[in-house]
Structures are given as structure tokens and as C-alpha cells.
């Protein structure tokens, strides 16, 4: 029997429509008309296709569940757990569950089993959905939000990483940092970028132009050896790490090598107040909540990004602020 992705082409090739309206006919979505729905279900049974069991209990009026698909990427960083819980905190008291999609290397697959599955809205972390994957999702008719991303066109939910640099910068230029190095992460994102000219823009204003960087995995042994070099090599007065998580590798090389430098993470994860690291934080809980209160708005408006007028997606934005938090770092 052919997978349920090549049945559901068939069911659309032999009546007209696209994919997108199929699935949504199986998921007895509103937004087809009755006899479009007939039409497909007649086929569908014709072909012998088993729809998913969210679909079949839709259908039969076992379970009027609405829910909110979360899109996240195939390695999620500690701080997402908490945008997560931020995220099930707000769907829950609104009676929206929650189902997660993980990106891995077929994306196209995963793209076909959000839309097979027909969300009532869909929630991306992270990174921006490629042009073809974003044209699928719009041709489904149902919302998304970008979480953790900046979008000039797109609704979406996301922390000033470029304000976070300027935090993190200036921070460090109060402890007579001069010499400033940042310690990246290999993966090349808009948020490490925004974060990295924040930073640069304040040294800049100095008269501080050469700034060290290097990127690694993000792994404490690799941090730990790349801040012992760092001060080996006295070169440089000052570190701002990506993550809180390259910066516990950085304060374990201060205390095996005996040897001291402000430094500061980002992020401000829980372990970072037991080991007093200075960092700039973000509330995780908060862009959760934020992000799923976006959401819920326009599943409940029945707002799609190709209806809104380019002037009103500016009010579809949010930005939250990240903050300083000083310890002994």
C-alpha cells in the first residue's frame, strides 16, 4: 500500500486539489466546503487510505483537541526547555495542546507530516523556514510564528540579541577590558551574528576595532582549552561566550590555570548563579509565553501571513529585552 504522503497526492491529482486542501478535507477542517469534503473522502476510502489517528478522532467527534505544533531544531540548546515550558504554560490555561516537530536532515518529510497533521497554528524555533517549506505551510491556511527569530515579514517573538552584545560589551569595558575576545559557536546564526555587532558597535565607539574571535563546538572541554590558551597567551584582557555553556568551560580554565579576566555567558541558565558567572540573561520563560500568546492571537483572528497588509506585520513583532546580571565573573 502506498505511504500516506503518496496517497494523499493521489486523492489530490485525481480530484483536482492540492495537498494542502486534502488534508485539511480528512482533518474536517472548516475551511473546505462540504462537497469538497465528500469528494475527498469518497477517493480516500476508494484508495483505501488510513488517515493518522488525530484525524480519524477529528473526524469522528472523539476528541476536540486543538493544538499547537512547535518546530524546533535537531539540536536544541538548554534555553529552549525553558521557552518550551514558557510555551505550555500559556497553551494550557488557553486548552491548546502541544505537539513538537524536530527538524532533522529530511526536512521536507517533516514538513510534510506538520501539514498532514494540519495544526490550528505552528510555532518555529530558531532558524527561518526555507522559501519552499514557508510556501507550504502558507498554502495549509494556517499561522505561524517565528520564536527565538527576527522577521522583517513574518509574525514572530524574539530577544535583542544586538542589545544583548552592547550589554555584554559594556559590561566588560566598566572592568577595563581593552582587549576583548568572543567565543562563538561553529553554527553560523542570526542570533550569534546580532549578538557579535552589538558587542563590536560598543568597542567600536572606543576607538577598539580588533577584537579575537574564534568559533568551536559548543562543548565545556573545547571552551576550557580555548580560554587556557587565551591565557596562556595574555593577549587578551576580557571574553564574552555565545552561551552560558561555553562559559563554564572558560571558568574552569580560570581556576586550573590560577589566572584571571572578566568574562561574561549569555544566556543565564541555572547553573550559571551556583557557579556566580556575570551573564547576560534572557527570560526563557517569558519568550515562551509571549511567543504562544502571539500565537493563540492569530489562530483566534484567523490571520494568515499573505493576508496581512505589509504595514500592520510590525505590530505582529515582538521584541523582548535581555538584561545584565552581575556576579563574580
Known amino acids: 500500500m502506498e505511504n500516506r504522503n503518496s496517497t494523499l497526492k493521489a486523492i489530490a491529482d485525481r480530484l483536482g486539489l492540492n495537498v494542502a486542501t486534502v488534508s485539511r478535507a480528512l482533518h474536517g477542517s472548516p475551511l473546505v466546503r462540504p462537497e469538497t469534503r465528500d469528494q475527498v473522502l469518497n477517493v480516500a476510502a476508494e484508495l483505501r487510505y488510513r488517515p493518522n489517528k488525530s484525524a480519524r478522532n477529528l473526524v469522528q467527534g472523539r476528541n476536540g483537541t486543538r493544538f499547537i505544533g512547535v518546530l524546533i531544531p535537531d539540536l536544541i540548546h538548554q534555553f529552549f526547555f525553558g521557552v518550551l515550558k514558557g510555551i505550555v504554560q500559556e497553551l494550557k490555561s488557553e486548552s491548546y495542546s502541544l505537539m513538537v516537530f524536530n527538524i532533522a536532515s529530511d526536512r521536507?518529510?517533516?514538513?510534510?507530516?506538520?501539514?498532514?497533521?494540519?495544526?490550528?497554528?505552528?510555532?518555529?524555533?530558531?532558524?527561518?523556514?526555507?522559501?519552499?517549506?514557508?510556501?507550504?505551510?502558507?498554502?495549509?491556511?494556517?499561522?505561524?510564528?517565528?520564536?527565538?527569530?527576527?522577521?522583517?515579514?513574518?509574525?514572530?517573538?524574539?530577544?535583542?540579541?544586538?542589545?544583548?552584545?552592547?550589554?555584554?560589551?559594556?559590561?566588560?569595558?566598566?572592568?577595563?577590558?581593552?582587549?576583548?575576545f568572543f567565543v562563538g559557536t561553529t553554527a553560523d546564526t542570526q542570533q550569534q551574528r546580532s549578538r557579535l555587532e552589538g558587542f563590536s558597535s560598543v568597542f567600536a565607539a572606543e576607538g577598539i576595532s580588533d577584537i579575537g574571535k574564534k568559533f568551536i563546538e559548543i562543548?565545556?572541554?573545547?571552551?576550557?582549552a580555548l580560554t587556557t590558551e587565551i591565557l596562556e597567551a595574555d593577549s587578551y584582557d576580557g571574553i564574552f561566550y555565545f552561551c552560558d555553556e561555553l562559559a563554564y568551560g572558560g571558568i574552569k580554565a580560570i581556576r586550573q590555570t590560577g589566572k584571571c579576566l572578566p568574562i561574561v555567558g549569555y544566556d543565564d541558565l541555572p547553573m550559571s548563579e551556583i557557579l556566580r558567572l556575570s551573564t547576560v540573561r534572557q527570560d526563557s520563560e517569558q519568550l515562551g509565553r509571549s511567543s504562544a500568546s502571539l500565537m493563540i492571537d492569530l489562530v483566534r483572528t484567523g490571520t494568515w501571513t499573505q493576508d496581512m497588509d505589509p504595514g500592520s506585520v510590525g505590530s505582529k513583532i515582538i521584541k523582548l529585552s535581555p538584561q545584565l546580571i552581575v556576579r563574580d565573573t
Open 108 to 180: 521536507a518529510t517533516v514538513v510534510n507530516r506538520i501539514m498532514d497533521e494540519a495544526p490550528d497554528g505552528l510555532m518555529v524555533f530558531f532558524y527561518g523556514l526555507e522559501q519552499e517549506e514557508r510556501q507550504h505551510i502558507r498554502e495549509c491556511r494556517f499561522p505561524f510564528v517565528y520564536v527565538d527569530y527576527m522577521s522583517p515579514v513574518d509574525p514572530c517573538c524574539y530577544m535583542d540579541n544586538f542589545e544583548g552584545g552592547r550589554i555584554a560589551a559594556t559590561y566588560l569595558l566598566e572592568r577595563g577590558v581593552r582587549r576583548p
Open 219 to 224: 562543548e565545556e572541554p573545547a571552551s576550557c
